[in-house]
């Protein structure tokens, strides 16, 4: 599965196996074939991913929307990374 972020500065690809995020519904966790969806993020939380290598990454979002399909996931956020 691909994850792009993506903010004001710039844009960043990793090939993922998962991600989690955090949303006012509660805490997600997305893999390949998800269902189609857009997820409003819960603002100044961690967003967790497993890279295909084995190893995990997080970062912190201020603001954002993640949008899903079955193949990729798209991060949007409010600032540089």
Same mark, same amino acid.
């Given at each position: 599965m691909e994850l792009k972020i993506v903010s004001p500065q710039e844009t960043h690809t990793h090939s993922i196996l998962w991600i989690e995020v955090l +949303? *006012?519904?509660g805490s997600f966790v997305i893999q390949p074939g998800h269902a *189609? +969806?857009?997820h409003i993020l819960l603002p100044n939380k961690k967003v967790t991913f497993g890279l295909k290598n084995g190893k995990k990454e997080s970062l912190i979002v201020p603001r954002?929307?993640?949008e899903v399909d079955r193949k990729k996931a798209v991060l949007l956020i409010n600032k540089p990374l």
């Amino acid at each position: 599965m691909e994850l792009k972020i993506v903010s004001p500065q710039e844009t960043h690809t990793h090939s993922i196996l998962w991600i989690e995020v955090l +949303t *006012p519904s509660g805490s997600f966790v997305i893999q390949p074939g998800h269902a *189609p +969806t857009v997820h409003i993020l819960l603002p100044n939380k961690k967003v967790t991913f497993g890279l295909k290598n084995g190893k995990k990454e997080s970062l912190i979002v201020p603001r954002g929307i993640l949008e899903v399909d079955r193949k990729k996931a798209v991060l949007l956020i409010n600032k540089p990374l």
